[in-house]
Structures are given as C-alpha cells and as structure tokens.
C-alpha cells in the first residue's frame, strides 16, 4: 500500500487539529491515545482505524482495457468527547454545536491531496451521537466514520 494506516490517521488528525473553530482541548491520533481523560481534555478527539476490505482481483468498475487496480477500502473512526457527562442535555447540546463544525471541516476536504496526505482517492463520511464509556465514566459525543479510499 503506497500510503500507510498511521499517514492517514495522521493526516485526517492534523486537519482537525488546525482548525481553530473547533476549539478542542486535545487531539489523539491513534498511537497517542490515553488510557484516561483528564479534566480539561474535552472536547476531544480521538482518531483511528478500524477496519478495511482489499480488492483482491483488482478488477473493479475503474479498470479500463483490463489494467486492474486493486482498491483498497479504509475505516477510520474520529471520536469527539464533548465532556464527562453530568447534565445531558448539555452534553449533548455541546455534541450537535461540534457536529456543524466537523462537518464544516470535512467539507472543506474537496480537493485532493485529502487530509493532506497524497495517495487518498477518495473518501466518505458518516456520523452517529454516541454515549461513549471511558475509564467508567459517561461522555456524550459523536463517532464519525470516514470511509477512505486507496488505488
């Protein structure tokens, strides 16, 4: 693969991490990740892969005169922590004002080099408000999967 798991987590990691709208504490790319939050980490950012499918014959609906490229299909999860749960409706009121301002940042990502990083094709998103459990404590928040596409 010419572009690796860590360039791209990297990279989706300092996108978020230059903008100054969104106003996080702390941003982890996947080999920074706590094992705790701290108070005054939130809001914040957590990025990772999760999963991939390879295109193993190569032969998809982008091929031309039979040339095979072999796709590679990548999941990246972007958790936001709005903060340690103590009133919900203001963590999850926090939760949707960081909502337009992700997607704000996403949008922004509509030309290549994508997040920086040379080698992405293409990508997707798609967003869930979760109630995460970390370290035993409550935090509202939403996990954004980016669907990445590597040939």
């Not at 903008?19 to 980490?41: K, N, W």
């Not at 040339?67 to 990548?74: A, C, D, H, I, S």
């Not at 999941?75 to 749960?85: E, I, K, L, M, T």
């Not at 967003?127 to 590597?150: C, E, H, M, S």
Request: charged residues 25%.
């Amino acid at each position: 693969m010419a572009v690796t798991f860590g360039a791209i987590c990297n990279g989706i990691t300092a996108t978020f991490e230059a903008d100054a709208d969104l106003e996080l504490a702390r941003v982890e790319s996947y080999d920074e990740i706590t094992e705790g939050i701290q108070p005054g980490d939130c809001p914040l950012l957590q990025v990772y892969p999760e999963d991939g499918t390879i295109d193993e014959t190569g032969r998809t609906d982008r091929t031309t005169f039979g040339g095979g490229v072999r796709q590679k299909m990548l999941r990246v999860n972007c958790d936001f922590y709005a903060r340690q749960r103590s009133h919900i409706g203001e963590g999850i009121g926090e939760s949707v004002d960081l909502i337009d301002k992700i997607i704000d940042v996403l949008e922004g990502q509509n030309r290549k080099p994508y997040f920086g990083v040379s080698g992405i094709q293409a990508w997707s998103a798609t967003w869930n408000r979760v109630q995460f459990d970390y370290g035993g404590a409550k935090y509202p928040g939403t996990r954004f999967v980016l669907t990445i596409w590597v040939f």
